[in-house]
C-alpha cells in the first residue's frame, strides 16, 4: 500500500509549528522538526514495503539535518547580534569592578570631635579694669561730696559697688561665651549635617548606577546562559533525531 507519508509530515509539521513557537525565533521551525519526525513515525506504520520505508527514513535524515542546520545559524544569527542584549560583557565588567570598589563607609562623613578652645575670660570686657575704678572712683566721689570721707563705710560702699559691677561685666562675660559656643556648635554641627547630606547623594546615585549596571549585566549574563542552553537543546535534538531515525532503519 502506498502510504500518503509526505501529508503526514506536512501535518505533522503544523501542530509542532504551532507547538515550538513559543521557544524563540526558531521556536516554530525547531517545532516544525519535531512534528515531521512525528509524521515519519506515521508514514511508516502506513507503509508496507520495505524499499519505500528506507527511503522515507533516509529522505527524513537529510531533511531533517538540512533544517537542524536552518536553526542552528538562525540561533547564531539572533546571538551574534548586539541589539538582542540589553547589555554587553563591558557592563558586566564594570558591575564586577563597581561592587569590588564598593565600600558603604565611604559615604558617611567622617568628622573630627567637636572643639571649642576659648573661655569666659576670652569675654570679658577689655576696659573691664577701667570700669571698675571708675565705679570705685564714683562711690569716692559721692561720699566726698557728702563729707563722708574716707572711712569704713566708704570703702565698703565702695567694696559692694565694686562687687555688683565685677558681677555684672562676669555675667555679661558668661552670656556672651555661651552665645559664642552654642553658635560655633550649631556651625559645626550644620556642616556634618551638610556633608552627610552631599555623601546621601553621592550613595543614591551610586546604588542607582550599581543597580542599572546589574540590570544590563544580568541580562547579559542571562542572555549567554540561554545560548548554551540553545546550543547544547540544539546538538541534543539532532543526535536524539538521529539515532531515532537510524534505530528506524534497522528495524526495517
Given at each position: 500500500?502506498?502510504?500518503?507519508?509526505?501529508?503526514?509530515?506536512?501535518?505533522g509539521?503544523?501542530?509542532?509549528?504551532?507547538?515550538?513557537?513559543v521557544?524563540?525565533?526558531?521556536?516554530?521551525?525547531?517545532?516544525?522538526?519535531?512534528?515531521?519526525?512525528?509524521?515519519?513515525?506515521?508514514?511508516?506504520s502506513?507503509?508496507?514495503?520495505?524499499?519505500?520505508?528506507?527511503?522515507?527514513?533516509?529522505?527524513?535524515?537529510?531533511?531533517f539535518?538540512?533544517?537542524?542546520?536552518?536553526?542552528?545559524?538562525?540561533?547564531?544569527?539572533?546571538?551574534?547580534?548586539?541589539?538582542?542584549?540589553?547589555?554587553?560583557?563591558?557592563?558586566?565588567d564594570?558591575?564586577?569592578?563597581a561592587?569590588?570598589?564598593?565600600?558603604?563607609?565611604?559615604?558617611?562623613?567622617?568628622f573630627?570631635?567637636?572643639?571649642?578652645?576659648k573661655?569666659?575670660?576670652?569675654?570679658?570686657?577689655?576696659y573691664?579694669?577701667?570700669?571698675?575704678?571708675n565705679?570705685?572712683?564714683?562711690?569716692?566721689?559721692?561720699?566726698?561730696?557728702?563729707?563722708?570721707?574716707?572711712?569704713?563705710?566708704?570703702a565698703?560702699?565702695?567694696?559692694?559697688?565694686?562687687?555688683?559691677?565685677?558681677?555684672?561685666?562676669?555675667?555679661?562675660?558668661?552670656q556672651?561665651?555661651?552665645?559664642?559656643?552654642?553658635?560655633t556648635?550649631?556651625?559645626?554641627?550644620?556642616?556634618?549635617?551638610?556633608m552627610?547630606?552631599?555623601?546621601?547623594?553621592?550613595?543614591?546615585?551610586?546604588?542607582?548606577?550599581?543597580?542599572?549596571?546589574?540590570?544590563?549585566a544580568n541580562d547579559?549574563?542571562?542572555?549567554?546562559?540561554?545560548?548554551?542552553?540553545?546550543?547544547?537543546?540544539?546538538?541534543?535534538?539532532?543526535?536524539?533525531?538521529n539515532?531515532?531515525?537510524?534505530?528506524?532503519?534497522?528495524?526495517?
Amino acid at each position: 500500500m502506498a502510504a500518503n507519508w509526505g501529508g503526514n509530515i506536512i501535518s505533522g509539521a503544523g501542530t509542532g509549528a504551532a507547538m515550538g513557537s513559543v521557544a524563540g525565533p526558531w521556536g516554530a521551525l525547531a517545532g516544525g522538526v519535531l512534528g515531521a519526525l512525528g509524521g515519519v513515525f506515521m508514514s511508516l506504520s502506513e507503509e508496507d514495503d520495505a524499499e519505500r520505508k528506507q527511503k522515507i527514513i533516509d529522505n527524513a535524515k537529510v531533511q531533517f539535518n538540512l533544517t537542524q542546520d536552518e536553526i542552528d545559524e538562525l540561533m547564531n544569527e539572533f546571538y551574534a547580534n548586539p541589539e538582542n542584549f540589553l547589555g554587553t560583557q563591558e557592563d558586566v565588567d564594570a558591575y564586577r569592578a563597581a561592587i569590588d570598589s564598593y565600600d558603604p563607609n565611604a559615604f558617611v562623613f567622617d568628622f573630627d570631635e567637636f572643639s571649642y578652645d576659648k573661655d569666659v575670660d576670652d569675654f570679658v570686657n577689655p576696659y573691664y579694669d577701667k570700669i571698675i575704678k571708675n565705679t570705685a572712683d564714683k562711690v569716692q566721689h559721692s561720699a566726698a561730696g557728702a563729707g563722708i570721707g574716707r572711712g569704713t563705710g566708704t570703702a565698703n560702699a565702695i567694696a559692694e559697688a565694686v562687687a555688683q559691677k565685677d558681677d555684672e561685666l562676669y555675667k555679661t562675660a558668661l552670656q556672651q561665651y555661651n552665645t559664642d559656643r552654642a553658635q560655633t556648635y550649631s556651625e559645626w554641627s550644620g556642616n556634618i549635617d551638610k556633608m552627610q547630606q552631599r555623601l546621601n547623594q553621592l550613595k543614591s546615585a551610586t546604588d542607582t548606577q550599581l543597580n542599572n549596571l546589574g540590570t544590563l549585566a544580568n541580562d547579559y549574563t542571562n542572555q549567554k546562559q540561554n545560548q548554551f542552553s540553545d546550543m547544547i537543546a540544539s546538538k541534543q535534538t539532532r543526535n536524539n533525531a538521529n539515532l531515532q531515525l537510524a534505530n528506524m532503519g534497522l528495524m526495517i
